[in-house]
């Protein structure tokens, strides 16, 4: 069955310094996705970066990259330079061929601090 | 413009009523998706709808039913409120002929059940 599992309930990063968010995935179907999103406190669910399962380079986004390392089965978020506003909740999320619906793991809660 | 909006933001009810969610999207895709965000953050897919078609009907009390009069609209109606449905209601759209499969998120519900 597919899953996604996010080991860290929560983190903290120093504002200006790196962090990687870290994600694992489980699937026998050749073809997924794999997407991180961004909630706030305020709520709304914010589409940071995709990869895809046959994509051969890691996706970049800005100030964030996925490490995918499909051997391994993980998706990690690396959040370059972090900044205040980027404290919130972090979500991994999975999309194969059933629909395009999305499974997300427990999320992440990140803290930058000043 | 907004991509994906809903209504109403906030809904506050008694046990046993009925009430409903409105969902719309301006983008064009083709597909419709009901997800349900629990108190412990976690995001579980509950309907989707692909041209108005049903494609993935989850693990959901009958209570719950989802509408689509248009490519463009997914509602959602909760008969017989109970307490246990209080969550953060999303929807969310995406093509579904992309490879992706990314999806768009409304800003949420917030229904509260008393």
């Known amino acids: 069955a597919q899953k996604i599992t996010q080991t860290q309930p929560g983190m903290f990063v120093q504002e200006k310094e790196a962090v990687t968010l870290d994600c694992t995935y489980d699937?026998?179907?050749?073809?997924?996705?794999l997407f991180w999103y961004k909630q706030p406190s305020s709520g709304e669910m914010i589409f940071l970066i995709y990869?895809?399962?046959?994509?051969?380079q890691n996706a970049t986004e800005g100030r964030y990259s996925l490490n995918f390392q499909k051997a391994r089965k993980s998706a990690n978020l690396v959040i370059s330079a972090s900044q205040l506003g980027d404290s919130a909740m972090y979500f991994c999320?999975?999309?194969?061929?059933?629909?395009?619906?999305?499974?997300f793991g427990q999320g992440t809660e990140l803290s930058v601090k000043p | 413009d907004t991509a994906v909006s809903q209504t109403p933001k906030y809904l506050v009810t008694q046990m046993g009523n009925d009430k409903s969610i409105k969902c719309e999207q301006n983008?064009?895709?083709?597909?419709m998706y009901w997800y349900k965000q629990d108190s412990k953050k976690f995001l579980k897919i509950m309907f989707s709808?692909?041209?108005?078609?049903?494609?993935i009907n989850e693990t959901v009390p009958n209570r719950f039913s989802p509408k689509s009069p248009d490519k463009a609209h997914l509602n959602l109606h909760i008969n017989s409120l109970e307490l246990g449905d209080s969550a953060v209601y999303f929807c969310?759209?995406?093509?579904?002929?992309?490879?992706?499969?990314?999806?768009?998120f409304g800003p949420g519900t917030r229904l509260t059940v008393t």
């Open positions: 969310a759209s995406s093509q579904l002929r992309d490879r992706n499969y990314e999806q768009y």
């Open positions: 699937t026998s179907d050749p073809s997924y996705g």
């Open positions: 990869q895809g399962s046959y994509d051969q």
């Open positions: 999320a999975m999309s194969y061929n059933q629909g395009g619906k999305l499974i």
């Open positions: 983008l064009g895709h083709d597909t």
């Open positions: 709808y692909n041209n108005k078609e049903l494609i």
